[in-house]
């Protein structure tokens, strides 16, 4: 049996997805919370890692966390004392490619 391998092209005839094409995989998620901390994901820290952030809650208003990746290692934190006094937690979506 022959396997003949998936293109797509698009209008103009320029490929958009062929055999050698890395498709991105989401491998999980969690939520950082509203306090600092930190978490390893193993697959971060391969050079294939990527990850995506969601925030919830009014940016106007909350403090969203700053969130800063090294390897697998991720930290997030959020500004002390911040005026508006509220915290936003985020999702953290991450996988590999």
Same mark, same amino acid.
């Given at each position: 049996m022959a396997i003949a391998p998936l293109?797509?092209?698009d209008e103009?005839?320029?490929s958009l997805f062929?055999?050698?094409?890395r498709v991105a995989r989401q491998m999980g998620s969690f939520s950082t919370g509203t306090s600092d901390g930190s978490q390893y994901v193993a697959e971060l820290a391969d050079a294939n890692g990527w990850m995506a952030v969601q925030f919830f809650g009014d940016y106007g208003v909350d403090s969203a966390p700053m969130i800063n990746r090294v390897g %697998?290692?991720?930290s997030w934190r959020f500004i002390p004392n911040q005026p508006s006094g509220g915290r936003v937690a985020a999702t953290i979506i991450? %996988?590999?490619r």
């Open positions: 293109e797509i092209w103009q005839g320029r062929n055999f050698n094409t %697998g290692s991720l991450y %996988g590999v």
